[in-house]
């Protein structure tokens, strides 16, 4: 037998190498047989820790100790083990034998020395020779880590080792508490996992060093037993479930994700073994299952924090550091690195920060998401801020006119509502600005030059306005004062207050001179019709819809009379509401042939003789009286009664010719039609039917139209005219000049006449502008081989002017104002303007006329 000698000095003697063993595969030797069978083949161990992995047999270790000394020496005999199902300790000295039996598998009561691992004090007599036999078995691992120590040396590294235990457990206590805390604050489950993975890894270790048996249950063995069988698996469990929640593995690879989760499954199996396994076979299952996960879980973290999760680093180095603080300890086990402060601590260092760093990494991780979820309220925040935008462009844009940025119609009526609805507000007068010509400036300029135009006009408005101290803000927008809104296409709005009919009666003439001045545009002065009604709150109006329809009925009263502006009254209310009752009675008229015909000589200036007569309808209202056509043509277009008044007037008119042409004045006849009747599938066709039907020559026959009756449809205008042209008929431009259309359009149309409008030329005499533009206009119109109609002559000045610029015919109040026929025939008779003509009649009486 291998004899050891014990010096004395040594505090520690490491047996492991040194014991001999013989295996016992039945389990049956009895320390007799052990003792005295010579068969037996003791072998020496030679491993520092003998191992024998799991095996059923008994092993049975020996080795002498002698003591050369002269004194009694106390020795330690330990075994650093404490997971040894039977331990026997039999010591023979002078042929005696003592035997100590204990293990984990007994009460702690049994053991010689309360200490976690097996410790057998022995007394070692001096000069002697003890002999010491071991017999384990065990269905864990066989092992048998055995040194002999000198018992102070013993008791200060237990100590130390305690020390460093408690320092660690309460550590680990620590981070478990606190993480719980975190859990139950923030109920983020990676939390509770990693409650459950460091309460259960220290708890493993506790439960494998001994400390959980000797201090927490030293009578309960089978607890003890349990306890390691159910805490391994349980570490490994919550280490997969916390790592696969912590790495997101899910999102990351599917492959790991199916690893983990196969392995989570086998831990609840193992768990669940705990209870029914046999110890062999559970801890077996325990250490296969933990080589997967290590192996896993060293894979995914790198690879997680390679994708990007930067919590992940704090992971890797967690598990790097438990990694060589596991590796150190196996290495010292193996024997391959002496025992250090590492070798001996590293475990429990690894493994506490670990649980720190693993701690830091679900904090840094909690952070990043919170960051995360942060900015994703605040992206919900931004688009919500950006709808709000767009929303509000929106509702600018619905309550603004694109062109000049004026509130519209909306906004006027809420300010409206609300200065009837605020008690301390004083009367307030809504003002109407309408640009009566804009429709023709659009037609012959365009719709962009038109919307220019449009603009200056909106800025002379705003600046008009803005200097008056009684004209309300609508709308205060980012620092713009609006006072202006545009309500619709050509019409402005404006609130005045406080506002009377006298204020009124003084500030829109005012406001009229302002805006009347013509607007100048690409060198043209454009005069834009400017007409201005308003009406009065309280007086006129208590609502919005009232108050707007009474400034309505003053503009359209200022359009009609020509006079610009108007304030609403009630007179004019009822013109509106007789216009109604007008247009049936203008119906019925001409069903019964109430409407009569005048007719206004045109004179030919070269020979100062009648040549043509233009046809002018008179309407005398039984109740009204008289009424201008202006008023009431107008009316008749936007009813379609302009349909049969045309035909009527068309067939009167040549009847008349030829009457006239029979007594033998050969006059052209001109008729005025309007915009609808061009639209008229068969105009041409009825005109031409009454000329056969009254058998009057087709160039007798003048059709007027003016230029914006042209232009409400030029295509279809050109289409008509050319028609007609076709047939004979003449055609002129009525109102040449107002409706600012150019010459070069007007060459386009089968037009042989053009007639300046009376406004230019009435007081041309007095206004040279006017003059200018008449002569430029004639020149004009004979160089594109037009003659020209001078209307509204009024005065000898200006017929001799004309004449002087050699324009072709002379119509107005000079010569003759429109009459009935009867009338017309005395002064045919009589005129001095149809002396020529009476002559050729006389020449070729009854309608065989020479000229
Ligand atoms: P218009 O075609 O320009 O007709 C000429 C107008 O000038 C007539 O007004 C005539 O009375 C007026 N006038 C002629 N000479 C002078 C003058 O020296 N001084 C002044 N201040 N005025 C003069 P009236 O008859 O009141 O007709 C007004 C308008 O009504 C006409 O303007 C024409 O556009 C329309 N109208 C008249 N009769 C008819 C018709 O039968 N059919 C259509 N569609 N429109 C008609
Ligand atoms: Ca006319
Ligand atoms: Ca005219």
């Known amino acids: 037998m291998v004899q050891v000698e014990i010096m004395g000095h040594e505090s520690r003697i490491a047996l492991g190498s040194v014991v001999e063993v013989v295996e016992d595969p039945a389990g049956r030797l009895t320390f007799e047989q052990v003792r005295t069978e010579e068969s037996l083949k003791w072998t020496p161990s030679r491993q520092p820790i003998p191992n024998f992995g799991y095996t059923d047999s008994a092993y049975w270790f020996r080795v002498a100790l002698s003591n050369p000394a002269e004194n009694e020496m106390e020795r330690f005999l330990v075994v650093a083990y404490p997971l040894i199902d039977d331990l026997t300790l039999y010591r023979l000295e002078n042929n005696q034998v003592q035997q100590v039996q204990t293990g984990d598998t007994r009460p702690f009561a049994t053991r010689p020395l309360s200490n976690r691992n097996f410790v057998f004090p022995l007394k070692l007599a001096p000069k002697s020779v003890t002999y010491l036999y071991i017999r384990t078995q065990t269905e864990g691992s066989t092992q048998l880590p055995l040194d002999l120590w000198e018992p102070k040396a013993f008791h200060a590294m237990d100590e130390e080792i305690l020390g460093s235990h408690s320092i660690y457990y309460g550590m680990m206590l620590v981070m478990v508490f606190y993480n719980l805390f975190l859990y139950l604050s923030i109920r983020e489950s990676a939390y509770l996992y990693y409650v459950g993975f460091v309460f259960s890894f220290a708890a493993t270790q506790a439960a494998m060093n001994g400390v959980l048996f000797q201090y927490f249950y030293p009578g309960l063995p089978q607890l003890h037993q349990f306890s390691v069988l159910l805490l391994v698996p349980l570490s490994i469990l919550f280490t997969s479930v916390f790592s696969l929640r912590f790495l997101k593995l899910e999102q990351l690879s599917q492959r790991l994700t199916l690893i983990m989760k196969v392995s989570i499954g086998l831990a609840l199996v193992t768990v669940a073994g705990a209870f029914v396994l046999p110890y062999g076979v559970s801890t077996r299952l325990s250490v296969a299952l933990a080589v997967p996960i290590c ?155 038109a919307d220019q135009v449009l603009k200056l006009v909106s800025r002379r408005l705003q600046l008009c306005v803005a200097e008056s101290p009684y004209a309300l803000v609508m709308e205060n927008h980012g620092n713009q004062l609006h006072r202006v809104a545009h309500i619709d296409g050509v019409t402005f709005a404006v609130l005045l207050s406080p506002a009377s009919e006298a204020s009124l009666g003084t500030y829109l003439p005012d406001l009229l ?10 060198g043209l002065r454009i005069d834009l019709g400017i007409v201005i009604g308003a009406a009065l709150s309280q007086t ?129 006849v001109s008729v005025n039609i309007s915009a609808v009747n061009l639209r008229e599938p068969l105009f041409v066709k009825s005109v031409s039917d009454v000329l056969r039907r009254f058998r009057l020559p087709e160039n007798q026959l003048v059709l007027e139209i003016t230029e914006s009756a042209i232009m409400a449809d030029p295509d279809l205008a050109l289409k008509v ?86 324009c072709d015919f002379a119509q107005g109040y000079f010569m003759a104002r429109p009459m009935p026929l009867p009338a017309l025939q005395e002064w045919l008779m009589v005129s001095q303007w149809s002396a020529g003509c009476r002559k050729a009649s006389l020449g070729s009486p009854l309608g065989n006329p020479s000229v």
């Not at 990694?323 to 590293?346: C, D, H, Q, S, W």
């Not at 001179?513 to 690409?522: G, H, M, Q, T």
């Open 295 to 449: 192996v896993t879980i060293l894979v995914a973290g790198p690879y997680a924090w390679y994708k990007g999760n930067t919590s992940a680093r704090y992971f890797v180095a967690a598990w790097v550091l438990l990694l060589i603080g596991i590796i150190m300890a196996v290495l010292n086990k193996f024997g391959v690195i002496p025992r250090n402060t590492l070798t001996e601590y590293g475990l429990q260092w690894g493994s506490a920060l670990e649980a720190v760093l693993l701690s830091f990494a679900l904090a840094d991780r909690l952070n990043r998401e919170r960051e995360a979820r942060l900015q994703a309220q605040r992206a919900i925040i931004d688009e919500a801020n950006r709808r709000e935008q767009a929303e509000e462009r929106l509702i600018y844009q619905a309550t603004h006119h694109g062109l000049n940025g004026f509130p519209n119609s909306s906004i006027l009526r809420v300010c409206i509502e609300n200065l009837f609805r605020d008690p301390a507000a004083e009367p307030f007068a809504l003002v109407l600005v309408h640009l009566r010509r804009f429709h023709e400036i659009n037609k012959t300029l365009g719709h962009e030059n």
């Open 513 to 522: 001179e302002l805006l009347i001045e013509p607007v100048e545009f690409d």
């Open 540 to 668: 006129h109006g208590d609502d919005v819809a009232t108050l707007m329809r009474h400034a309505q009925i003053g503009l359209d009263a200022a359009e009609r009379k020509d006079c610009c502006y108007a304030i609403y009254a009630r007179s004019l209310d009822s013109y509106s509401a007789k216009r109604l009752g007008l247009m049936g009675d203008l119906r019925k008229s001409l069903q019964d042939d109430e409407l009569t015909l005048n007719f206004q000589p045109q004179v030919d200036m070269k020979q100062g003789v009648v040549t043509g007569l233009e046809a002018l309808i008179r309407w005398n209202h039984s109740q009204h009286g008289f009424i201008p056509p202006d008023e009431f043509i107008p009316m008749a277009e936007a009813t379609g009664l302009i349909k049969p008044l045309t035909q009527w007037v068309l067939e009167k008119a040549v009847a008349t010719a030829v009457q006239l042409l029979e007594s033998g004045f050969r006059l052209t």
């Open 721 to 806: 005219l050319k028609e007609l042209h076709e047939r004979g008929i003449q055609i002129a431009i009525d109102d040449f000049g107002t409706g600012q259309s150019s010459l070069s359009y007007i060459r386009k149309l089968p037009a042989q006449e053009i007639k300046m409008d009376k406004s230019f030329v009435m007081e041309m005499d007095k206004v040279t502008d006017d003059a200018v533009i008449v002569r430029t206009t004639l020149s004009m119109c004979h160089n594109l081989g037009y003659r020209m109609v001078a209307e509204g002559i009024e005065n000898d000045d200006v017929y001799r002017l004309l004449v002087e610029m050699d």
